[in-house]
């Protein structure tokens, strides 16, 4: 990549994390190390995954299984020889982070309506961030302590983006809620950036 073209990069994301950060609903946050700030960090991570989350859904699972009808999505993708679900993807990312050991940043995916179970906000912030990003449809950004460590949290909304979203989550026999549309905010992906030392 020339030097012209990785300053446009460069341009590009400092816009995107500026106007995200404008666009947000802010909470008060009380503490944050020198350096970047944790919010700059998580708009800027969130960028990342909903960037690589979109596209792997609109331009491989919606195009391959839904346009195209070449090979299906599902959450038993080794047996059926299919296509990982957007959501199993974006899990196994988190995985993969949290096992490498080189980050003390985590994420994940959860909703107010859940197919998997695991996947429901389990914490007061996540509870009240998930009510306020499907309200709102901004991001909300908080602190929380959790197991004596405090916690810089932000939940993002996460949007059908493609019908293999929406069909996916409003035809399987699990879903709580069976009536999403394209744009509906599906659940919340949070980011916890640890504050202090």
């Known amino acids: 990549m020339n030097q012209q073209m990785k300053q446009l990069s460069r341009l590009f994301l400092l816009g995107v994390v500026?106007?995200?950060?404008?666009?947000?609903?802010?909470?008060k946050v009380e503490s944050?190390?020198?350096?970047i700030s944790p919010q700059v960090?998580?708009?800027?991570?969130?960028?990342?995954?909903?960037?690589?989350?979109?596209?792997?859904t609109k331009w491989i699972v919606n195009r391959l299984q839904n346009e195209e009808k070449v090979i299906k999505a599902s959450e038993h993708w080794k047996d059926d020889k299919a296509l990982v679900l957007p959501a199993q993807m974006f899990r196994m990312g988190a995985e993969r982070v949290a096992e490498s050991g080189k980050v003390s940043f985590s994420y994940s995916l959860i909703s107010l309506w859940p197919v998997n179970k695991q996947n429901e906000p389990k914490t007061e912030a996540e509870k009240t961030g998930l009510a306020e990003i499907n309200k709102t449809?901004?991001?909300y950004y908080t602190e929380e302590t959790l197991g004596g460590k405090k916690y810089f949290t932000a939940l993002y909304p996460d949007i059908a983006v493609a019908p293999a979203c929406y069909s996916c989550h409003n035809d399987h026999k699990d879903s709580?809620?069976?009536?999403?549309k394209l744009g509906d905010v599906m659940g919340g992906v949070v980011i916890r950036i640890p504050l202090g030392t």
Do not use: I, Q, W
């Open 32 to 35: 944050a190390p020198p350096g």
């Open 176 to 180: 709580p809620k069976t009536d999403f």
């Open 18 to 27: 500026t106007f995200n950060m404008a666009a947000c609903n802010t909470a």
């Open 41 to 56: 960090m998580a708009d800027s991570l969130h960028a990342v995954m909903e960037a690589d989350r979109t596209v792997y």
């Open 137 to 139: 449809g901004k991001s």
